[in-house]
C-alpha cells in the first residue's frame, strides 16, 4: 500500500472526526457524572426536611410594572445594581453595570428579573418548618425594612418579620464590592417552646434561555458537591429531578457569561435539587433540623454570587472564600490543563501590549518556540521526502507491476535516507489540542467578550464581519451569513494554500485535488469561528512556512 494513500486516509479521517466532534458531539468531561451514577444519586424526598413547593402562577406584567409593585431596598456597587423585593426579601433584580447587550449598544446586562413575570429570575432563602402550627416566611410575606434602606458594599440593610407565635425572623444582608451578598439568616424564639427549623436557599428560573454553547460548553445547573463537578441540563431535569446529599459545595446556574450561585452554610450537611415545576429550580435545603428553645437564637450565613465570569473574580471568590472547585463555573472544558494555563498566558501578554489580538499572537510565537525542535525534525523529514519523489517515482516505474517489491525498495529507501514519512503529521497532531484549547478561551471566557484587535475585527470572540463576496465591502451588499467569509479567513486559506505548496506533493491525481480542495474547505468552515482563533491560524501557517523554507534549503540528500 502506498504511503502516501495511509497518510491521506489520516488526515482526512481525523479532520471528519474533528469536524464532528465540534459541531456535532457533546465532548466527554471526566468530572461530569454518568446516567447511571445519576440514578443512584437519586433520593427520595426526606420525610424529615419540609418541601419547599409553593404554587405560584406567573403574570402578564412587564418588568417594569412588576418591579413597582412592591416596596423595594435599592443596592448599587461598581459592577451591579437593583433592587431586593421586600415582599418575600427576593433578590429579583440586578443589572451589571459594565457589560452591554451589543458591542457599540448602550444595553445593559440584565440578568435577574421578578418572579412573576414571563422571564423571571430570582435567588431567596430562609427556614421552614414542618410544624404546621408555626407560621414562616415565604414569598408572599411582607418585610419590613429596619435603618438603612439602602444596600451598598458600605452599607449593610436589616430585614425584620415577627409571627403571631412570638417568633422573630431577621436578615442582614451586605454586599461586597463585586458581586457577593452575604445573608445572615437569624430565628430569635421568643416563646416558652422548643422548635425545629430548616435554612434553604434556592435560584428561580422561570423558563429556559437561549443556549450559546453549541456542545462545547455547559448551559444549566451546575454544583460542586463534595468536590465531585455536576452539570445538568436543562432538558435533563425538565424530565427528571436531581437530588444529592453533601456536606460542602455551592450550587448554581450558570449561563455562557454569567453565574448565580448559593453557597449554604458550612459544616452542616444540606441536601441539593435540581428539577423543574412549572419553573427550573436549584436549592439546598438544611439535612438536619436546626433547634430553636425557649428565648433561644440561632443563626446561619449563606453566600450569594451572582457574577460575570471574569477569571479573576471567580478565582478570587474560590480562595477568599475557600469555596471547593468554584473555578469551574468557568467551562475550561476536557482540556482544563491547556485551557486555562493558555488563557493566563494570553492575558499576561495583554496587560504588557494592551491589545488581545496581540496577545494572541505573541503566544502563538511562544507555542511556534516550543514546538520549535518538533518541527524541525519533522520539517527536515519532509524536505527529504520532496527531494526523494524523482527517485521514488523512478522506483514506482521500475516495480509498478511488483506492488511487494515496490514496497520494499520503498522501505529501504527510507531507511538509507534516514527518512519517516509520517513525522510531517507530528506537529499538526501535536498542535490540535492546543488548537481546541484556544478555542475554548476564545469562546468561554468573558475578558475575549468585545475585545477589539485593528481595522475591521471589533470583537476577536465573534467572525470576521467582513466577505469576499462584496469585496469586503468596496461593493455595497450585504451577504447572507453564510457567504460571510471574511479577510482574515481568506488570508488563511491562502497561507494554508502556500504551506501546501512546500510539501511533497502526492503521487496519485485524486489526491493532489483533494489536498488542493483542503484549504478551501478549512476556510469556509472556519469562517464563522472567533476571528481571535483564525488570528492564531493564519500568524501560526506563516511562521510554520519561514521555518519550514529555511530548513528545506538546509537539507540535501544525495541518492544512489
Known amino acids: 500500500m502506498d504511503i502516501k494513500n495511509v497518510i491521506a486516509a489520516i488526515s482526512l479521517s481525523a479532520a471528519v472526526i474533528i469536524l464532528y466532534s465540534l459541531f456535532f458531539a457533546e465532548p466527554p468531561n471526566p468530572n461530569k457524572i454518568n446516567k447511571d451514577q445519576v440514578e443512584k444519586t437519586k433520593i427520595v424526598e426526606s420525610s424529615d426536611a419540609p418541601a419547599l413547593d409553593q404554587n405560584e402562577n406567573f403574570s402578564k406584567l412587564t418588568r417594569k410594572e412588576a418591579l413597582a409593585k412592591s416596596n423595594r431596598i435599592a443596592f448599587e456597587n461598581n459592577n451591579v445594581f437593583g433592587t431586593i423585593n421586600t415582599v418575600g426579601a427576593t433578590i429579583d433584580d440586578l443589572t451589571f453595570k459594565n457589560y452591554n447587550f451589543e458591542l457599540n449598544g448602550n444595553e445593559k446586562i440584565v440578568l435577574l428579573n421578578p418572579r412573576k413575570i414571563k422571564n423571571g429570575y430570582s435567588i431567596e432563602s430562609g427556614f421552614v418548618t414542618n410544624n404546621k402550627n408555626i407560621d414562616v416566611p415565604n414569598s408572599s410575606t411582607v418585610w419590613t425594612i429596619v435603618g438603612n434602606d439602602k444596600l451598598t458594599n458600605k452599607n449593610a440593610v436589616k430585614l425584620v418579620w415577627k409571627n403571631s407565635q412570638g417568633i422573630e425572623f431577621q436578615k442582614n444582608i451586605s454586599l461586597d464590592d463585586q458581586f457577593l451578598f452575604t445573608i445572615k439568616e437569624k430565628i430569635i424564639n421568643s416563646s416558652n417552646k422548643t422548635y425545629n427549623f430548616y435554612s434553604y436557599g434556592q435560584i428561580i428560573r422561570n423558563k429556559k434561555p437561549e443556549i450559546s454553547g453549541f456542545y462545547i460548553l455547559h448551559e444549566g445547573f451546575i454544583a460542586t458537591l463534595d468536590e465531585e463537578l455536576i452539570e445538568e441540563d436543562y432538558d435533563d431535569i425538565r424530565d427528571k429531578k436531581f437530588s444529592r446529599n453533601a456536606s460542602k459545595g455551592w450550587l448554581g446556574i450558570g449561563d455562557k457569561y454569567w453565574i448565580t450561585s448559593i453557597v449554604p452554610p458550612r459544616n452542616r450537611n444540606f441536601k441539593t435539587t435540581f428539577d423543574y415545576k412549572n419553573k427550573f429550580r436549584a436549592n439546598y435545603i438544611s439535612a438536619e433540623g436546626i433547634e430553636a428553645g425557649p428565648n433561644e437564637t440561632i443563626e446561619e450565613e449563606i453566600q450569594i454570587i451572582v457574577a460575570a465570569k471574569r477569571v479573576e473574580t471567580i478565582d478570587g471568590y474560590a480562595e477568599k472564600l475557600k469555596i471547593e472547585k468554584f473555578d469551574l463555573a468557568i467551562d475550561w472544558g476536557v482540556l482544563y490543563f491547556l485551557t486555562k494555563p493558555l488563557f493566563f498566558a494570553i492575558d499576561y501578554f495583554f496587560k504588557m501590549l494592551g491589545n488581545y489580538g496581540l496577545a494572541i499572537i505573541a503566544v502563538t510565537i511562544c507555542i511556534r518556540l516550543v514546538f520549535f ?55 499538526i497532531l501535536v498542535q490540535i489540542p492546543v488548537f481546541f484549547a484556544l478555542y475554548k478561551v476564545l469562546f468561554v471566557t468573558i475578558e475575549m467578550r468585545h475585545q477589539p484587535f485593528f481595522g475591521w475585527i471589533k470583537d476577536l470572540s465573534d467572525r470576521d464581519p467582513t466577505s469576499i463576496f462584496n469585496l469586503f465591502g468596496l461593493i455595497p451588499w450585504d451577504p447572507p451569513s453564510f457567504l460571510l467569509i471574511g479577510a482574515w479567513p481568506v488570508a488563511m486559506g491562502v497561507s494554508m494554500w502556500i504551506q501546501q505548496k512546500l510539501n511533497p506533493a502526492p503521487p496519485d491525481p485524486v489526491q493532489a485535488k483533494i489536498f488542493m480542495f483542503f484549504p478551501i474547505f478549512l476556510t469556509v468552515i472556519l469562517a464563522p469561528f472567533p476571528s481571535g482563533l483564525v488570528v492564531y491560524w493564519t500568524i501560526n501557517n506563516i511562521l510554520t512556512m519561514a521555518q519550514q523554507v529555511v530548513i528545506m534549503k538546509r537539507t540535501t540528500v544525495k541518492t544512489t
Open 373 to 427: 525542535p518538533l518541527a524541525n525534525f519533522s520539517f527536515r523529514s519532509m524536505a527529504k521526502m520532496k527531494m526523494l519523489q524523482p527517485e521514488m517515482q523512478r522506483l514506482k516505474e521500475l516495480h509498478k507491476e511488483d506492488k511487494m517489491k515496490l514496497q520494499q525498495e520503498m522501505m529501504a529507501l527510507y531507511k538509507r535516507e534516514k527518512v519517516n514519512p509520517m513525522s510531517g503529521c507530528l506537529p
